[in-house]
């Protein structure tokens, strides 16, 4: 599985973005999909997970009813939509493929995108 992420760029604080990411191939809905980041210095970390079938979803605290994942199977695409932003949510955004675990853990994740630049302006 190829990850293609895009849709990142710089907002104001309190501003929005919508990221995208497109995956190659046809076993996508074989995948649990991931939103990570990684901000300067720091480690990457789990920001939110959508389940094969889109029904069960997971988000890290910090972005919790501001961030909301999403994914079209039949596009091969899963969303971050990304409200009320805040500039300690600057990082770079991957997406992630986890075909056998949970997809919150950087250790068990399959497939990674290339990433996507957020920078939020105070």
């Known amino acids: 599985v190829q990850l293609q992420a895009f849709g990142g760029g710089l907002v104001q604080a309190g501003g929005s973005l919508r990221l995208s990411c497109a995956a190659s191939?046809?076993?996508?809905?074989?995948?649990?999909m991931a939103w990570f980041r990684q901000a300067p210095g720091k480690e990457r970390e789990f920001v939110a997970r959508?389940?094969?079938?889109?029904?069960?979803?997971w988000y890290a605290d910090s972005v919790k009813g501001r961030f909301t994942i999403s994914r079209d199977n039949a596009k091969n695409t899963v969303y971050l939509q990304m409200n009320s932003l805040k500039p300690e949510d600057t990082a770079v955004y991957y997406c992630?493929?986890?075909?056998?675990?949970?997809?919150?853990?950087?250790?068990?994740?399959?497939?990674w995108g290339q990433g996507t630049l957020v920078t939020v302006s105070s």
């Open positions: 992630a493929a986890d075909r056998t675990n949970s997809g919150d853990r950087v250790s068990t994740i399959d497939y």
């Open positions: 191939g046809r076993t996508f809905s074989s995948y649990v």
């Open positions: 959508i389940s094969r079938s889109g029904s069960s979803i």
